[in-house]
């Protein structure tokens, strides 16, 4: 762990070598967020600002200030897409083109390569509108976004006062990685909104004592439709509010909640037993491919966690703090509030942590779920700091308790300036374009030169599926049962016959896990040979080899290529 950062640091100062740029931005984000933070302390801490203001005002500008945080954020990293958002634009493409929720058209054996149904969905609207897919969800995501910062504080003011509720919002935006996400392509927008909306109307319909639950479910159901995994949060959600108040013998918000839970499970059954039956299996076929071996914690896993950590500390700081002290406090709203909470913290966690493989998961997207709940249980440490407005310094041992109460609050503020500190180093990872402008290029020179039904074998199964419309063999084995499930069994690749084969440099061991190798080195032949540079999370940059073999007996020169790309 220490090498990987300091190989991290390493690759950082050398980035900043190469573009000084970076570090101006580095010092434009403290500045702002340092004078931020300032202000907010003088002002609702210190009270050395007067500020002449109605409450009212006061929520209104600091939600229209996250607000306009987030779409900075949002336009900031907006040139961010990643390949793998395509896979899903594929299926939404040949959904509006009615062939239905299948990767390759006219297949008899279609294959759930997604794992977010209701974002497919959804996104097939602006194809069968004609309008950019691209521009689209960027829109889309971040208007969900925006309901995502509303109805957060709305949350949080079932737990918090007024003011301190405004901090849920602000911790969201500044936590970067979210905003980033918003823009990035894959369903997490969709994700995250309709789990905090849901548990908005969840705690409402509680506090009511509702006997039926009248918006809950409704927003339940849309986050178990945009990710079948979310089914184990909602489960467990529910499950732990029914167990709670049947210990409270409270019969009507059991009641409540029991249906809410029902009406959740048939919507969901339906669901179920409509994609079992048309794809055949009980998991999506990309666990079947990221799922580590029988470990319920795997090496990749495990240090996906770890960096979560390492990078959300002054969150997991706040989150510590809070939960000591609601658990002292006995306050029944906010315990009610902590069990709810940690309870899909667990299981999101646990799930990552069995995970093998980590595709597209830059910027923390398999932990972001977690985010609204580690957040809500934070922001208590806020309440313990608006109670304690006297912060000089005092040091006898009488005093050190308070002195904790005062004092690890404002730190974890202040450490909260590192997450814009790091924005532009993300920046560079994510907003690298050299890869999908060759990805473009390519796709639509395979759709321009050669038939519709060519087939390719490649790794990433993102832009150039998306935009040559060709039929593809996933050699990751997302968009392919057989390859999922049969790890290794590359000599399928071989039988399928494919006019190309592309192989990434760094992958090139599925060529020579090939154990009929004669057969390839008969049959194939290296057609054209492209540079790719990438900047890797650790912001390492290199360079590598983009392979792409032909099958002999198809009779095309590369001529058209090396115009193309030389």
Known sequence: MLFFLESLLSNIFEEIKRSPLILIQIVLFSIIFIITFIIIYLAYIKKKIRLKLRDQQIIIITLGSCILISILFNIYFLDFITDDAFISFRYSKNLANGYGIVFNPNTDNPVEGYSNFLWVVLNAIPILLNIDIVIWFKIFSIILNIFSIIYLYRLGT???????AL????????YYPIQLWVV????????????????????????????FPRYSWIFFSINILTRIDSIIFVVGIEGISILYY?????????LQRIISLIIIGTIFSVYFIWRYSFYGYFFPNPYYAKAGTNNLITQEGLQYVLLFGVFTFPI???????????????????????LIMVIPIIINVSIVLHLEKHYAGQGFRFLLPSMPFLILISCYSFEVLAKNKDLRLNLSISSINLYLNKFIPLFACFCLILYPLTAPLIYVNTTNTDVNNKYYKLANWLKNYNPSNTTVAFTDMGIIPYYSELYYIDLWGLNDEVLAKNRGNYDYILDQEPEFIFIKENNLKIIKNITN?????DNYSIFFTLELKEINQ???????????????????TNTSLINIFL
């Not at 049947?246 to 059991?254: E, G, H, R, V």
């Not at 190798?517 to 080195?521: A, D, G, I, V």
């Open 184 to 211: 990035g392509g894959l369903e997490v927008p969709l994700l995250l909104s309709s789990m905090i909306i849901a548990l908005y109307f969840m705690f409402k319909e509680m506090n009511e004592k509702n006997r």
């Open 158 to 164: 079932r737990f918090y006062s007024d003011k301190v």
């Open 517 to 521: 190798q004669q057969k390839f080195q």
């Open 167 to 174: 901090f849920c919002p602000l911790l969201y935006v500044l």
């Open 538 to 556: 650790n912001l390492r940059v290199f360079n590598y080899n983009l392979f792409i073999y032909k099958i002999n007996e198809y009779s095309l």
């Open 316 to 338: 997991l700081i706040m989150l510590v703090f809070s939960i000591i002290k609601i658990l002292r406090s006995r306050e029944e709203k906010l315990l009610k509030m902590l």
């Open 246 to 254: 049947l210990y409270k013998k409270d019969k009507s918000i059991l």
